[in-house]
């Protein structure tokens, strides 16, 4: 079964950590993205990678950074935690030739105190 | 900028009856895609069904289909014979067609449904 991995399900921290929320997929997916869910909001990309080493801003990338040395792993990098980044946060994954998200983790949801 | 307006943020439904959720969206552009995505509670967002907007047949899913209004700009998603385990938030996505890095979703704010024993 396939699987698109987020290390925590919960998490809190405070503001001003460096915060790393981790994504694994076990597919060889060669793309994958980071989005952040509100409420009202809908889904809104961080950051996008279509290959290792490789980064795109999405539409909301300030205050976030990412990192993806290895194919199966992209890490989401909070520089410093504020509390409007209190959110849920999801990690997709899709192959070469399909751009839109394939599959999901389950989502972490963060609190920044 | 393109725009997806989920008019619906909730519906119901009784189960085995149909339900439609909508979608308009907002581009200058003649080539693009359309997605629905459900997002059980507390699972895994799913992709259901997908359109291409050069395609005149609407896409159909087992017991999901879509009503695809080019002219209208309209996207609404049909579920048929409605389900306890079709009870989730809807996503309507938009997504440009075009060449590498502009590849991004534009994702409408939601439609949670409930469906009723």
């Known amino acids: 079964d396939v699987k698109v991995t987020q290390s925590s399900r919960y998490l809190v921290k405070r503001t001003g950590e460096k915060v790393f929320l981790e994504c694994v997929q076990d597919m060889d997916h060669e793309n994958m993205f980071w989005y952040r869910q509100d409420p009202g909001l809908g889904l809104r990309l961080i950051y996008f990678?279509?290959?290792?080493?490789?980064?795109e801003k999405g539409d909301i990338p300030e205050g976030y950074s990412v990192s993806r040395e290895k194919k199966e792993r992209f890490s989401l990098i909070l520089e410093s935690a504020s509390t409007n980044q209190t959110s849920m946060y999801l990690c997709?994954?899709?192959?070469?030739?399909?751009?839109?998200?394939?599959?999901f983790g389950d989502g972490t949801r963060l609190s920044i105190l | 900028a393109q725009t997806v307006t989920q008019s619906q943020p909730e519906m119901s439904v009784q189960e085995a009856e149909t339900v439609t959720l909508s979608c308009t969206y907002d581009?200058?552009?003649?080539?693009?895609?359309l997605f629905w995505y459900k997002q059980p509670p507390s699972r895994q967002m799913i992709l259901v069904i997908r359109?291409?907007?050069?395609?005149?047949q609407n896409a159909t899913e087992n017991r999901f289909s879509v009503n695809f209004q080019k002219a209208a700009k309209s996207f609404s998603l049909k579920i048929s014979d409605s389900q306890l385990g079709d009870a989730a938030m809807y996503f309507c996505?938009?997504?440009?067609?075009?060449?590498?890095?502009?590849?991004?979703?534009?994702f409408g704010t939601g439609t949670r449904l409930t469906i009723i024993p």
């Open positions: 359109q291409e907007a050069y395609k005149q």
């Open positions: 990678s279509y290959d290792v080493k490789m980064k």
């Open positions: 996505a938009y997504r440009s067609e075009g060449e590498h890095g502009n590849e991004k979703l534009t």
């Open positions: 581009t200058s552009e003649s080539d693009y895609y």
């Open positions: 997709a994954s899709s192959t070469a030739g399909s751009y839109q998200p394939q599959h």
